[in-house]
């Protein structure tokens, strides 16, 4: 496009980072700035803008190391200015607590504001245990771009048991949300059904709740796997001991039931890349412990989890922003935190791509993206 309007008379100027390149799967390459525009432009003057005015000397050493292990790219260093803000970085061991509760009140101790500080994440998974720790310390937050905690898949099942528990799955809220907790329940774990059988058992289920079981079993009469009979056969026995559950029951024994008697984490480990089966993992049981806080049974917990969900988060104002690495980009905070920072989530790695391999030079250039946001933690 720009050729045929420039023409051989218009002078054209263009402004890009190929370090900075991220935007690969809607159409941006490293080679439109590296080859692209000598080609249809020839001889051109390049102009290298070398000094970063937002972070300093020990946040552009790490960035520079990083990017300069990437050979598609053109060699250069980003300097920060020297009267730019001597930079801080910091390590923490991911754990209970989540450590982003200490940051985040260590840097509200100093008068800093929440909207100074963003919490940056590869795959929008990773955002649910800091999700549960920020809700579980009433510290304010925007998730910017998704779905907040509770319309997390793992979540959403856990959530579906419990209301079973309570014998409340088909009056969740509204009917659509019936129907995606069940759906949720029979994927967490799956049940290798087709999606229309799938769906079909929902409303089945979502109809006369206080028989799931027998459906459940009934189904798996008819099937021709034995493996995924007793699978099926498996899951009704849990369905129908967790519907004779007293809903006084504290809420984090219902859980742990569930993950026990479902084989839960086993499932994930089996039908997930490692990375990914972790996060689950790691999901599930920030749950639970949230679950734990209030020591409260089922039925205070769900009184507590629809007054969580019907208030905002966030409600704007003095909020801690959460957001993906890519809606980062061209951004900039004083305090940064990048969660989950594990191999196979941040370099994340594609399930056609176990080494990694293949898209590692991509990776490389999300997280100079990522850890260059901040300018002073």
Same mark, same amino acid.
């Given at each position: 496009?720009?050729?045929?309007?420039?023409?051989?008379?218009? *002078?054209?100027?263009?402004?890009?980072?190929?370090? *900075?390149?991220?935007?690969?799967?809607?159409?941006?390459?490293?080679?439109?700035?590296?080859?692209?525009?000598?080609?249809?432009?020839?001889?051109?003057?390049?102009?290298?803008?070398?000094?970063?005015?937002?972070?300093?000397?020990?946040?552009?050493?790490?960035? !520079?190391?990083?990017?300069?292990? !990437?050979?598609?790219?053109?060699?250069?260093?980003?300097?920060?200015?020297?009267?730019?803000?001597?930079?801080?970085?910091?390590?923490?061991?991911?754990?209970?607590?989540?450590?982003?509760?200490?940051?985040?009140?260590?840097?509200?101790?100093?008068?800093?504001?929440?909207?100074?500080?963003?919490?940056?994440?590869?795959?929008?998974?990773?955002?649910?245990?800091?999700?549960?720790?920020?809700?579980?310390?009433?510290?304010?937050?925007?998730?910017?771009?998704?779905?907040?905690?509770?319309?997390?898949?793992?979540?959403?099942?856990?959530?579906?048991?419990?209301?079973?528990?309570?014998?409340?799955?088909?009056?969740?809220?509204?009917?659509?949300?019936?129907?995606?907790?069940?759906?949720?329940?029979?994927?967490?774990?799956?049940?290798?059904?087709? *999606?229309?059988?799938?769906?079909?058992?929902?409303?089945?289920?979502?109809?006369?709740?206080?028989?799931?079981?027998?459906?459940?079993?009934?189904?798996?009469?008819?099937?021709?796997?034995?493996?995924?009979?007793?699978?099926?056969? !498996?899951?009704?026995?849990?369905?129908?001991?967790?519907?004779?559950?007293?809903?006084?029951?504290?809420?984090?024994? @219902?859980?742990?039931?569930?993950?026990?008697?479902?084989?839960?984490?086993?499932?994930?480990?089996?039908?997930?890349?490692?990375?990914?089966?972790?996060?689950?993992?790691?999901?599930?049981?920030?749950?639970?412990?949230?679950?734990?806080?209030?020591?409260?049974?089922?039925?205070?917990?769900?009184?507590?989890?629809?007054?969580?969900?019907?208030?905002?988060?966030?409600?704007?104002?003095?909020?801690?922003?959460?957001?993906?690495?890519?809606?980062?980009?061209?951004?900039?905070?004083?305090? @940064?935190?990048?969660?989950?920072?594990?191999?196979?989530?941040?370099?994340?790695? *594609?399930?056609?791509?176990?080494?990694?391999?293949?898209?590692?030079?991509?990776?490389?250039?999300?997280?100079?993206?990522?850890?260059?946001?901040?300018?002073?933690?």
């Amino acid at each position: 496009l720009l050729v045929h309007i420039g023409g051989s008379r218009a *002078q054209v100027m263009v402004v890009g980072d190929v370090d *900075q390149c991220i935007y690969q799967w809607r159409g941006a390459k490293p080679e439109y700035i590296l080859s692209r525009f000598d080609r249809d432009f020839p001889r051109p003057t390049t102009y290298t803008l070398s000094f970063t005015f937002r972070y300093g000397h020990r946040l552009a050493l790490a960035a !520079n190391h990083l990017i300069s292990n !990437n050979s598609f790219r053109d060699r250069k260093l980003c300097l920060a200015r020297p009267d730019n803000p001597d930079t801080r970085i910091y390590c923490r061991q991911e754990g209970d607590p989540h450590p982003v509760v200490n940051i985040i009140n260590s840097w509200r101790e100093k008068n800093r504001s929440l909207q100074e500080a963003a919490v940056l994440v590869r795959i929008y998974a990773q955002a649910v245990p800091v999700e549960l720790a920020l809700l579980e310390h009433n510290i304010p937050y925007q998730l910017v771009g998704h779905a907040t905690v509770f319309g997390c898949p793992e979540i959403m099942a856990l959530l579906g048991y419990l209301h079973l528990c309570q014998g409340s799955l088909a009056k969740a809220e509204t009917p659509a949300r019936s129907l995606a907790l069940i759906s949720a329940m029979l994927t967490n774990p799956h049940l290798w059904l087709k *999606q229309d059988e799938l769906k079909t058992l929902a409303g089945k289920i979502r109809s006369a709740p206080e028989s799931a079981a027998d459906q459940l079993h009934q189904l798996a009469d008819g099937l021709e796997s034995k493996f995924l009979a007793a699978r099926m056969a !498996n899951l009704a026995t849990v369905w129908y001991e967790l519907s004779r559950i007293p809903a006084s029951t504290p809420a984090d024994r @219902v859980l742990e039931k569930v993950i026990r008697k479902t084989e839960l984490y086993d499932h994930y480990l089996f039908s997930s890349r490692p990375a990914i089966a972790e996060n689950k993992i790691k999901t599930c049981q920030a749950f639970v412990r949230f679950s734990r806080r209030g020591n409260l049974d089922v039925n205070g917990f769900l009184a507590e989890i629809r007054q969580l969900t019907e208030a905002s988060p966030g409600c704007g104002g003095n909020a801690l922003q959460i957001t993906s690495i890519h809606r980062a980009k061209g951004l900039e905070w004083p305090l @940064v935190i990048l969660p989950g920072l594990e191999d196979g989530a941040l370099p994340y790695r *594609q399930a056609d791509d176990p080494e990694g391999g293949k898209d590692i030079e991509d990776e490389r250039r999300l997280f100079y993206v990522a850890m260059t946001r901040a300018s002073e933690q």
